[in-house]
Protein backbone atom coordinates (compact mmCIF):
# COMPACT_ATOMS: atom_id res chain seq x y z
CA UNK A 1 0.00 0.00 0.00
CA UNK A 2 1.44 2.84 -1.25
CA UNK A 3 2.43 5.93 1.64
CA UNK A 4 3.97 8.86 1.57
CA UNK A 5 3.66 9.97 4.86
CA UNK A 6 5.99 6.59 5.59
CA UNK A 7 9.25 8.93 7.03
CA UNK A 8 11.15 5.65 7.75
CA UNK A 9 11.30 4.35 4.45
CA UNK A 10 11.46 7.45 2.56
CA UNK A 11 14.75 8.74 4.92
CA UNK A 12 15.91 5.11 5.58
CA UNK A 13 19.25 6.09 3.52
CA UNK A 14 19.85 9.31 5.54
CA UNK A 15 22.37 9.46 8.41
CA UNK A 16 20.94 11.82 11.07
CA UNK A 17 23.32 14.16 9.68
CA UNK A 18 22.17 14.19 6.76
CA UNK A 19 18.46 14.89 8.27
CA UNK A 20 19.82 17.54 9.91
CA UNK A 21 21.76 19.45 6.59
CA UNK A 22 18.31 18.68 4.63
CA UNK A 23 16.21 20.60 7.14
CA UNK A 24 19.03 23.47 7.55
CA UNK A 25 18.84 23.62 3.65
CA UNK A 26 14.92 23.67 3.75
CA UNK A 27 14.07 26.00 6.08
CA UNK A 28 17.02 28.64 4.92
CA UNK A 29 15.64 28.46 1.31
CA UNK A 30 12.03 28.80 2.95
CA UNK A 31 12.90 32.66 3.28
CA UNK A 32 12.21 34.39 0.07
CA UNK A 33 14.05 36.88 0.88
CA UNK A 34 16.93 35.02 1.83
CA UNK A 35 16.64 33.21 -1.93
CA UNK A 36 16.55 36.86 -3.28
CA UNK A 37 19.40 38.45 -1.97
CA UNK A 38 21.62 34.73 -2.34
CA UNK A 39 21.38 34.90 -5.97
CA UNK A 40 23.28 38.74 -6.63
CA UNK A 41 25.72 38.12 -3.96
CA UNK A 42 26.71 34.64 -5.83
CA UNK A 43 26.50 36.10 -8.81
CA UNK A 44 29.26 38.86 -7.51
CA UNK A 45 31.44 36.80 -5.51
CA UNK A 46 31.98 34.41 -8.60
CA UNK A 47 32.62 37.57 -11.09
CA UNK A 48 35.29 38.68 -8.92
CA UNK A 49 35.87 35.12 -8.36
CA UNK A 50 35.71 35.16 -4.82
CA UNK A 51 36.42 31.76 -3.46
CA UNK A 52 32.57 30.16 -2.25
CA UNK A 53 33.51 26.63 -3.13
CA UNK A 54 34.25 26.07 0.60
CA UNK A 55 30.07 27.47 1.92
CA UNK A 56 28.48 26.04 -1.37
CA UNK A 57 29.90 22.55 -1.66
CA UNK A 58 28.78 20.93 1.54
CA UNK A 59 25.62 22.99 1.85
CA UNK A 60 23.46 23.93 -0.73
CA UNK A 61 25.39 21.75 -3.75
CA UNK A 62 25.28 18.70 -1.51
CA UNK A 63 21.55 19.03 -0.77
CA UNK A 64 21.20 18.97 -4.92
CA UNK A 65 24.01 17.72 -6.46
CA UNK A 66 25.81 14.28 -6.56
CA UNK A 67 29.85 15.40 -7.81
CA UNK A 68 31.91 17.42 -9.46
CA UNK A 69 32.91 14.89 -11.79
CA UNK A 70 31.21 11.22 -13.15
CA UNK A 71 33.60 9.80 -10.61
CA UNK A 72 32.37 11.83 -7.64
CA UNK A 73 28.97 10.68 -8.12
CA UNK A 74 29.79 7.24 -7.28
CA UNK A 75 29.20 7.08 -3.96
CA UNK A 76 25.81 8.66 -3.97
CA UNK A 77 24.60 6.63 -7.14
CA UNK A 78 25.52 3.61 -4.11
CA UNK A 79 23.58 5.16 -1.57
CA UNK A 80 20.19 5.54 -3.45
CA UNK A 81 20.45 2.17 -4.55
CA UNK A 82 20.78 1.33 -1.48
CA UNK A 83 16.92 2.52 -1.45
CA UNK A 84 16.58 0.72 -4.31
CA UNK A 85 16.62 3.68 -5.96
CA UNK A 86 18.45 4.46 -9.27
CA UNK A 87 20.34 7.03 -10.54
CA UNK A 88 20.31 9.49 -13.72
CA UNK A 89 23.67 11.59 -14.43
CA UNK A 90 22.73 14.96 -15.31
CA UNK A 91 25.96 17.05 -16.49
CA UNK A 92 24.15 20.79 -15.09
CA UNK A 93 26.34 23.30 -17.12
CA UNK A 94 24.31 25.97 -18.58
CA UNK A 95 25.19 26.12 -22.64
CA UNK A 96 27.16 28.33 -24.73
CA UNK A 97 27.04 29.58 -28.19
CA UNK A 98 30.57 29.02 -28.58
CA UNK A 99 31.60 25.63 -30.60
CA UNK A 100 34.34 24.80 -27.99
CA UNK A 101 31.91 24.81 -25.12
CA UNK A 102 29.38 22.46 -27.46
CA UNK A 103 32.20 20.32 -28.08
CA UNK A 104 32.63 19.52 -24.73
CA UNK A 105 29.47 19.36 -23.41
CA UNK A 106 29.35 16.85 -26.31
CA UNK A 107 31.99 14.47 -25.18
CA UNK A 108 30.77 14.68 -21.99
CA UNK A 109 27.45 13.82 -22.67
CA UNK A 110 29.36 10.86 -24.49
CA UNK A 111 31.37 10.23 -21.56
CA UNK A 112 28.43 9.84 -19.30
CA UNK A 113 26.48 7.52 -21.96
CA UNK A 114 29.21 5.06 -21.31
CA UNK A 115 29.63 5.37 -17.75
CA UNK A 116 25.80 4.66 -17.86
CA UNK A 117 26.70 1.57 -19.77
CA UNK A 118 29.12 -0.05 -17.61
CA UNK A 119 27.04 0.82 -14.24
CA UNK A 120 23.80 -1.56 -13.65
CA UNK A 121 22.60 1.56 -11.23
CA UNK A 122 21.70 3.85 -13.96
CA UNK A 123 18.98 3.00 -16.07
CA UNK A 124 18.87 6.12 -18.28
CA UNK A 125 21.23 8.95 -20.05
CA UNK A 126 19.61 12.58 -20.76
CA UNK A 127 20.84 15.84 -21.81
CA UNK A 128 19.66 19.49 -22.64
CA UNK A 129 19.23 19.29 -26.28
CA UNK A 130 19.99 23.61 -26.78
CA UNK A 131 23.73 22.90 -25.47
CA UNK A 132 24.02 21.17 -28.53
CA UNK A 133 23.05 23.87 -30.79
CA UNK A 134 23.04 28.00 -31.89
CA UNK A 135 20.21 29.24 -29.94
CA UNK A 136 19.14 31.69 -32.85
CA UNK A 137 18.90 29.11 -35.20
CA UNK A 138 17.50 26.70 -33.58
CA UNK A 139 14.45 29.56 -32.99
CA UNK A 140 14.59 30.42 -36.31
CA UNK A 141 13.66 26.69 -37.60
CA UNK A 142 11.25 26.30 -35.11
CA UNK A 143 9.02 29.59 -35.44
CA UNK A 144 9.77 30.55 -39.26
CA UNK A 145 8.68 28.61 -42.61
CA UNK A 146 11.95 29.59 -44.68
CA UNK A 147 14.69 29.97 -42.76
CA UNK A 148 18.25 31.53 -44.18
CA UNK A 149 20.76 29.36 -45.24
CA UNK A 150 22.77 29.61 -41.58
CA UNK A 151 20.18 28.64 -39.86
CA UNK A 152 20.39 25.78 -42.13
CA UNK A 153 23.69 25.04 -41.65
CA UNK A 154 23.79 25.05 -37.74
CA UNK A 155 20.03 23.40 -38.04
CA UNK A 156 22.40 20.18 -39.53
CA UNK A 157 25.52 20.59 -37.20
CA UNK A 158 22.34 19.98 -34.41
CA UNK A 159 20.85 17.67 -35.89
CA UNK A 160 24.58 15.77 -36.28
CA UNK A 161 25.43 16.19 -32.65
CA UNK A 162 21.88 14.57 -31.18
CA UNK A 163 22.78 11.78 -33.29
CA UNK A 164 26.24 11.11 -32.13
CA UNK A 165 24.72 10.76 -28.99
CA UNK A 166 21.48 8.32 -29.71
CA UNK A 167 23.64 6.37 -31.58
CA UNK A 168 25.89 6.04 -28.55
CA UNK A 169 22.69 5.28 -26.61
CA UNK A 170 21.65 2.74 -29.19
CA UNK A 171 25.00 0.93 -29.14
CA UNK A 172 24.95 0.37 -25.68
CA UNK A 173 20.96 -0.94 -25.61
CA UNK A 174 20.83 2.28 -22.70
CA UNK A 175 17.67 4.77 -23.35
CA UNK A 176 18.66 8.48 -23.78
CA UNK A 177 16.14 11.64 -22.35
CA UNK A 178 16.00 14.91 -24.31
CA UNK A 179 14.99 17.32 -22.37
CA UNK A 180 12.07 20.26 -22.77
CA UNK A 181 13.09 23.77 -22.87
CA UNK A 182 11.58 26.51 -24.16
CA UNK A 183 8.63 26.45 -26.67
CA UNK A 184 10.35 28.74 -29.28
CA UNK A 185 13.27 26.17 -29.70
CA UNK A 186 10.93 23.12 -29.20
CA UNK A 187 9.00 22.14 -32.78
CA UNK A 188 13.20 21.85 -34.14
CA UNK A 189 14.01 19.54 -31.28
CA UNK A 190 10.44 17.67 -31.79
CA UNK A 191 11.22 16.81 -35.72
CA UNK A 192 14.96 15.63 -34.79
CA UNK A 193 13.59 13.72 -31.82
CA UNK A 194 11.65 11.51 -33.71
CA UNK A 195 13.18 11.06 -36.84
CA UNK A 196 16.08 9.52 -34.13
CA UNK A 197 13.34 7.44 -32.71
CA UNK A 198 12.01 6.50 -35.85
CA UNK A 199 15.78 5.23 -36.30
CA UNK A 200 16.68 3.96 -33.14
CA UNK A 201 13.31 2.72 -31.61
CA UNK A 202 12.95 -0.08 -33.77
CA UNK A 203 13.32 -2.58 -31.60
CA UNK A 204 12.77 -1.08 -28.29
CA UNK A 205 12.62 2.32 -27.14
CA UNK A 206 15.68 4.07 -26.70
CA UNK A 207 15.33 7.47 -27.53
CA UNK A 208 12.69 9.65 -25.23
CA UNK A 209 11.17 12.65 -26.07
CA UNK A 210 10.19 15.33 -23.29
CA UNK A 211 6.24 16.85 -23.27
CA UNK A 212 5.81 19.92 -21.06
CA UNK A 213 2.14 19.28 -20.47
CA UNK A 214 1.42 22.39 -18.98
CA UNK A 215 1.15 23.33 -23.06
CA UNK A 216 -2.16 23.31 -24.25
CA UNK A 217 -1.23 21.23 -27.43
CA UNK A 218 0.85 18.59 -26.00
CA UNK A 219 -1.56 16.27 -25.59
CA UNK A 220 -2.64 16.13 -29.16
CA UNK A 221 1.01 16.31 -30.24
CA UNK A 222 1.45 13.01 -28.08
CA UNK A 223 -1.20 11.49 -30.20
CA UNK A 224 -0.04 12.47 -33.52
CA UNK A 225 3.47 11.66 -32.40
CA UNK A 226 1.81 7.69 -31.51
CA UNK A 227 -0.04 7.91 -34.94
CA UNK A 228 3.23 8.69 -36.76
CA UNK A 229 4.98 6.01 -34.72
CA UNK A 230 2.20 2.93 -35.62
CA UNK A 231 2.86 3.75 -39.65
CA UNK A 232 6.25 3.97 -39.01
CA UNK A 233 6.54 1.23 -36.70
CA UNK A 234 8.61 2.28 -34.27
CA UNK A 235 8.73 2.60 -30.14
CA UNK A 236 7.71 5.67 -28.20
CA UNK A 237 9.86 7.10 -25.35
CA UNK A 238 7.86 9.73 -23.42
CA UNK A 239 8.70 11.27 -20.79
CA UNK A 240 6.36 13.83 -18.95
CA UNK A 241 6.61 17.12 -16.82
CA UNK A 242 4.67 20.07 -15.93
CA UNK A 243 7.13 22.20 -17.28
CA UNK A 244 9.53 24.21 -15.84
CA UNK A 245 9.35 27.91 -17.23
CA UNK A 246 5.69 29.09 -17.42
CA UNK A 247 6.02 32.66 -16.16
CA UNK A 248 9.18 33.06 -19.15
CA UNK A 249 6.49 31.46 -21.60
CA UNK A 250 3.51 33.79 -20.68
CA UNK A 251 5.65 36.88 -20.36
CA UNK A 252 7.65 36.77 -23.57
CA UNK A 253 3.70 35.39 -25.53
CA UNK A 254 2.67 38.67 -24.51
CA UNK A 255 5.24 40.84 -24.82
CA UNK A 256 5.34 39.37 -28.48
CA UNK A 257 1.51 39.20 -29.01
CA UNK A 258 1.54 35.29 -30.30
CA UNK A 259 -0.58 32.73 -28.25
CA UNK A 260 0.52 31.71 -25.00
CA UNK A 261 0.97 28.52 -25.56
CA UNK A 262 0.74 27.68 -22.04
CA UNK A 263 -2.58 26.30 -20.46
CA UNK A 264 -5.20 28.54 -18.42
CA UNK A 265 -4.78 27.23 -15.17
CA UNK A 266 -3.23 24.76 -12.70
CA UNK A 267 -6.11 22.25 -13.05
CA UNK A 268 -5.96 22.33 -16.99
CA UNK A 269 -2.24 20.96 -16.48
CA UNK A 270 -3.02 18.56 -14.37
CA UNK A 271 -5.95 17.33 -16.13
CA UNK A 272 -3.84 16.74 -19.55
CA UNK A 273 -0.70 15.67 -17.66
CA UNK A 274 -2.91 12.65 -16.07
CA UNK A 275 -4.54 11.93 -19.37
CA UNK A 276 -1.11 11.53 -21.23
CA UNK A 277 -0.26 9.19 -18.70
CA UNK A 278 -3.45 7.14 -18.90
CA UNK A 279 -3.35 7.65 -22.45
CA UNK A 280 0.50 6.35 -22.71
CA UNK A 281 -0.13 3.38 -20.03
CA UNK A 282 -3.28 1.99 -21.97
CA UNK A 283 -1.27 1.54 -24.99
CA UNK A 284 1.72 0.41 -23.29
CA UNK A 285 3.15 -1.97 -26.01
CA UNK A 286 3.55 1.40 -27.97
CA UNK A 287 5.02 3.07 -25.21
CA UNK A 288 8.22 3.54 -22.56
CA UNK A 289 6.82 6.25 -20.33
CA UNK A 290 8.70 8.30 -17.47
CA UNK A 291 7.02 10.11 -15.32
CA UNK A 292 9.16 13.31 -13.84
CA UNK A 293 7.01 14.97 -11.38
CA UNK A 294 7.04 15.92 -7.36
CA UNK A 295 3.69 15.60 -7.44
CA UNK A 296 2.00 12.72 -5.33
CA UNK A 297 -1.12 12.57 -7.11
CA UNK A 298 0.65 12.07 -10.44
CA UNK A 299 2.53 9.76 -9.06
CA UNK A 300 -0.02 8.22 -7.09
CA UNK A 301 -2.64 8.31 -10.09
CA UNK A 302 0.34 6.44 -12.46
CA UNK A 303 0.88 3.21 -9.71
CA UNK A 304 -2.73 2.74 -9.31
CA UNK A 305 -3.40 2.63 -12.74
CA UNK A 306 -0.18 0.55 -13.57
CA UNK A 307 -1.97 -2.14 -10.81
CA UNK A 308 -5.65 -1.69 -12.75
CA UNK A 309 -4.22 -2.22 -16.25
CA UNK A 310 -2.16 -5.03 -14.60
CA UNK A 311 1.16 -3.61 -15.78
CA UNK A 312 4.03 -5.29 -13.09
CA UNK A 313 5.66 -2.69 -11.10
CA UNK A 314 8.84 -3.22 -12.07
CA UNK A 315 7.97 -3.66 -15.82
CA UNK A 316 10.98 -1.65 -17.62
CA UNK A 317 8.86 0.43 -20.07
CA UNK A 318 7.66 2.31 -16.94
CA UNK A 319 9.40 4.83 -14.51
CA UNK A 320 9.20 7.33 -11.86
CA UNK A 321 11.75 10.15 -11.11
CA UNK A 322 12.05 13.07 -9.01
CA UNK A 323 15.55 15.44 -8.35
CA UNK A 324 17.99 14.68 -6.12
CA UNK A 325 18.26 15.84 -2.67
CA UNK A 326 13.51 16.65 -3.38
CA UNK A 327 10.60 14.66 -2.85
CA UNK A 328 12.21 12.10 -1.42
CA UNK A 329 8.98 10.79 0.34
CA UNK A 330 8.10 10.04 -3.25
CA UNK A 331 11.15 8.27 -4.65
CA UNK A 332 11.67 6.05 -1.78
CA UNK A 333 7.91 5.00 -1.07
CA UNK A 334 7.71 4.13 -4.62
CA UNK A 335 11.13 1.98 -4.75
CA UNK A 336 9.84 0.39 -1.28
CA UNK A 337 6.41 -1.02 -3.42
CA UNK A 338 8.49 -2.64 -6.28
CA UNK A 339 8.12 0.19 -8.87
CA UNK A 340 11.04 1.16 -10.92
CA UNK A 341 12.31 4.84 -9.61
CA UNK A 342 15.29 6.95 -10.89
CA UNK A 343 16.44 9.91 -9.65
CA UNK A 344 18.13 12.98 -11.34
CA UNK A 345 21.48 13.35 -9.90
CA UNK A 346 23.15 16.66 -11.43
CA UNK A 347 26.81 17.56 -11.67
CA UNK A 348 29.40 19.43 -12.70
CA UNK A 349 31.90 22.14 -11.18
CA UNK A 350 30.62 23.76 -8.40
CA UNK A 351 30.50 27.46 -10.14
CA UNK A 352 29.02 25.83 -13.34
CA UNK A 353 26.29 24.61 -11.45
CA UNK A 354 25.37 27.65 -9.64
CA UNK A 355 22.69 28.62 -11.80
CA UNK A 356 21.09 25.40 -11.49
CA UNK A 357 21.37 25.73 -7.59
CA UNK A 358 19.96 29.06 -7.85
CA UNK A 359 16.72 27.63 -9.84
CA UNK A 360 16.07 24.76 -7.40
CA UNK A 361 16.07 27.46 -4.33
CA UNK A 362 14.18 29.53 -6.69
CA UNK A 363 11.74 27.13 -7.38
CA UNK A 364 11.07 25.49 -3.62
CA UNK A 365 10.58 29.08 -2.80
CA UNK A 366 8.18 29.74 -5.04
CA UNK A 367 6.39 26.10 -5.58
CA UNK A 368 3.81 26.45 -3.77
CA UNK A 369 3.62 24.35 -0.47
CA UNK A 370 6.60 22.11 -1.41
CA UNK A 371 9.25 23.65 0.92
CA UNK A 372 6.62 23.77 3.99
CA UNK A 373 6.25 19.64 2.61
CA UNK A 374 9.55 18.57 2.84
CA UNK A 375 10.12 20.51 6.68
CA UNK A 376 7.13 18.99 7.85
CA UNK A 377 8.30 15.13 6.50
CA UNK A 378 12.11 15.89 7.57
CA UNK A 379 10.87 17.08 11.02
CA UNK A 380 8.56 14.24 11.46
CA UNK A 381 11.35 11.80 10.87
CA UNK A 382 13.73 13.64 12.90
CA UNK A 383 11.27 13.07 16.05
CA UNK A 384 10.68 9.13 14.78
CA UNK A 385 14.01 8.84 15.50
CA UNK A 386 14.39 10.77 18.88
CA UNK A 387 11.53 8.50 19.80
C1 LIG B 1 12.86 14.06 -13.15
C2 LIG B 1 12.43 15.42 -13.63
C3 LIG B 1 12.79 15.84 -14.90
C4 LIG B 1 12.40 17.10 -15.36
N1 LIG B 1 12.71 17.48 -16.65
C5 LIG B 1 12.19 18.64 -17.14
C6 LIG B 1 12.36 19.00 -18.51
O1 LIG B 1 12.98 18.28 -19.31
N2 LIG B 1 11.78 20.17 -18.94
C7 LIG B 1 11.06 20.98 -18.11
O2 LIG B 1 10.53 22.01 -18.55
N3 LIG B 1 10.92 20.68 -16.80
C8 LIG B 1 11.45 19.54 -16.30
N4 LIG B 1 11.25 19.21 -14.99
C9 LIG B 1 10.57 20.19 -14.08
C10 LIG B 1 9.06 20.07 -14.18
O3 LIG B 1 8.65 20.51 -15.46
C11 LIG B 1 8.30 20.92 -13.14
O4 LIG B 1 8.69 22.25 -13.24
C12 LIG B 1 8.49 20.51 -11.72
O5 LIG B 1 8.69 19.15 -11.58
C13 LIG B 1 7.24 20.93 -10.91
O6 LIG B 1 6.09 20.25 -11.38
P1 LIG B 1 5.49 18.96 -10.62
O7 LIG B 1 4.78 18.08 -11.56
O8 LIG B 1 6.61 18.34 -9.90
O9 LIG B 1 4.56 19.54 -9.46
P2 LIG B 1 3.39 20.55 -9.23
O10 LIG B 1 3.85 21.33 -8.06
O11 LIG B 1 2.11 19.83 -9.13
O12 LIG B 1 3.28 21.50 -10.47
C14 LIG B 1 3.89 22.73 -10.62
C15 LIG B 1 3.88 22.98 -12.10
O13 LIG B 1 2.51 23.10 -12.59
C16 LIG B 1 2.46 24.02 -13.67
N5 LIG B 1 1.62 25.15 -13.25
C17 LIG B 1 1.65 25.83 -12.09
N6 LIG B 1 0.75 26.84 -12.07
C18 LIG B 1 0.12 26.79 -13.28
C19 LIG B 1 -0.89 27.61 -13.87
N7 LIG B 1 -1.43 28.64 -13.24
N8 LIG B 1 -1.27 27.29 -15.13
C20 LIG B 1 -0.75 26.24 -15.80
N9 LIG B 1 0.21 25.44 -15.28
C21 LIG B 1 0.65 25.72 -14.03
C22 LIG B 1 3.90 24.47 -13.90
O14 LIG B 1 4.44 23.63 -14.88
C23 LIG B 1 4.58 24.25 -12.56
O15 LIG B 1 5.97 24.04 -12.67
C24 LIG B 1 11.64 17.96 -14.51
C25 LIG B 1 11.27 17.52 -13.24
C26 LIG B 1 11.64 16.27 -12.79
C27 LIG B 1 11.22 15.83 -11.43
Redesign the pocket.
Known sequence: MLDFTDTRTAFSIKSDRDIRRAYFMYKLISYPWLVKMANPMIRFASAIRFPINWIVKPTVYAQFCGGETIDECGPVIIKLKEGGVSS?LDYSVEGSEEEKVIEQALQETLRVIDYAASNENIPFTVF?PTAFGNSNALEVLSTSHSPDAESVKEGDKFRQRIQKLCERAYGYGIPIMI???DSWYQEIIDQVVMDMMANYNKEKPIVFN?Y???RHDRLERLKQDHARAKKEQFFMGA?F??????EKERERAEEMGYEDP?????P???RD?NLALKYTLENIDDFAVFN????E??SRYMAELMDELKIARNDNRCWF???YG??DHISFNLANEGFNVA??VPYGPVKFVLPYLMRRAE?NTS??G?TSRELMLLKQEKDRRKR
Open positions: IKDAETQMYKVRGAYMIQPDKATDYGTHNESSQLMSKYEVKQ
